[in-house]
């Protein structure tokens, strides 16, 4: 079947670093995703990995390896608005389309 | 450009009726995908519709369908409402196969609550 963990929540303080982490079990595997969630808003789009190795995009970063089914998002120079729910997915090859399977998230708490 | 609009973005329904969503996708994007978030069970696939296709769908009861229309915007159905189905309903659009990342651009969401 298909499953995805990830912590229920963590908690940090105003510019230190942060790591989300993400495990998955998935028949096919065909990328995973990072979304930031504010309470009552819509889900914004943060990373995609479908090669292993690091992306970086300003204060974000993922990381993908396939091998173990692990994935995390790092959050560097922290800031009060990272305070939000972090959503894993995972793209599944044997659906068609675009399909997400989504972990049920992180919820980050940056205090100062 | 604008953004995904759902509507409406509140609604309030008693067990046994019906209802419809709608999305409109950003211009352009072809393809509409329908999740549902609970507290409980987080964000879960619906179903997905490209050219007014469904293409995948996911593992709810046929109480939920929805359609595409010819200028992209879809629309689902939930008959017969349980309170189980109180939920945020998110859609989201995206322009394959342009788009390598896969990347969906998420609306608002429509607040359901069935008392």
């Known amino acids: 079947g298909q499953n995805i963990d990830q912590p229920t929540e963590m908690t940090a303080t105003e510019g230190a670093i942060v790591q989300i982490n993400c495990t998955y079990q998935t028949s096919g595997f065909n990328g995973l995703f990072w979304y930031q969630q504010h309470a009552g808003e819509a889900p914004t789009f943060l990373s995609y990995?479908?090669?292993?190795g690091l992306e970086e995009k300003g204060r974000f970063s993922s990381f993908l390896s396939r091998s173990k089914g692990y994935s995390y998002l790092l959050l560097k120079e922290l800031q009060m608005k990272d305070s939000a729910s972090y959503l894993c997915a995972v793209r599944d090859r044997n659906q068609a389309g675009t399909a997400l399977i989504f972990g049920k998230g992180t919820t980050l708490s940056v205090s100062s | 450009k604008a953004g995904v609009t759902q509507t409406p973005r509140y609604l309030i329904k008693t067990r046994g009726q019906q209802v419809t969503l709608s999305c409109s996708p950003i211009s352009g994007h072809r393809s509409v995908s329908w999740y549902q978030q609970t507290p409980g069970q987080g964000l879960q696939f619906l179903f997905e519709?490209?050219?007014?296709?469904?293409?995948n769908k996911g593992n709810f009861p046929g109480r939920f369908s929805g359609r595409q229309f010819s200028n992209s915007r879809s629309e689902m159905n939930v008959s017969t409402l349980e309170l189980g189905d109180s939920a945020l309903y998110l859609c989201?659009?995206?322009?394959?196969?342009?788009?390598?990342?896969?990347?969906?651009?998420f609306g608002p969401g429509t607040r359901l609550t069935v008392t």
């Open positions: 989201a659009s995206r322009n394959p196969p342009r788009d390598s990342t896969y990347e969906q651009y």
């Open positions: 519709y490209f050219s007014e296709t469904q293409r």
């Open positions: 990995n479908v090669l292993d």
